[in-house]
Nanobody
């Protein structure tokens, strides 16, 4: 059973920073993609940033230049460093781990709330 445990959300003022962490455990294929998704109130869940086990990254346009994704600990822990946060960054951030054809194996964390006050 794969588990994802997130931490690091909270309340921050506009212009501030937060770092989200997600630790994966269980039977995990070494070739995989870990990432962060965001769900703002009343909106769908969208990709913020993702990183493959090989080191390739993908960022949402709004995250480029402000957010940085990284992986450590045999690549089973993923971080999202978020700088210059704005109120529109408010939402629940979910960690995701996937692998396989058409992301057959797809796992989610419980989500962590990020609130940015103006």
């Amino acid at each position: 059973q794969v588990q994802l445990v997130e931490s690091g959300g909270g309340l921050v003022q506009a212009g501030g920073s937060l770092r989200l962490s997600c630790a994966a455990s269980g039977s995990i294929l070494s070739i995989n993609t870990m990432g962060w998704y965001r769900q703002a109130p009343g909106k769908q869940r969208d990709l913020v940033a993702a990183m493959t086990s090989g080191g390739s990254t993908n960022y949402a346009d709004y995250a480029k230049g402000r957010f940085t994704i990284s992986r450590v600990n045999a690549k089973t822990t993923v971080y999202l460093q978020m700088n210059s946060l704005q109120p529109e960054d408010t939402g629940v951030y979910y960690c995701n781990l996937k692998w396989g054809t058409r992301s057959r194996y797809d796992y989610w964390g419980q989500g962590t709330q990020v609130t940015v006050s103006s």
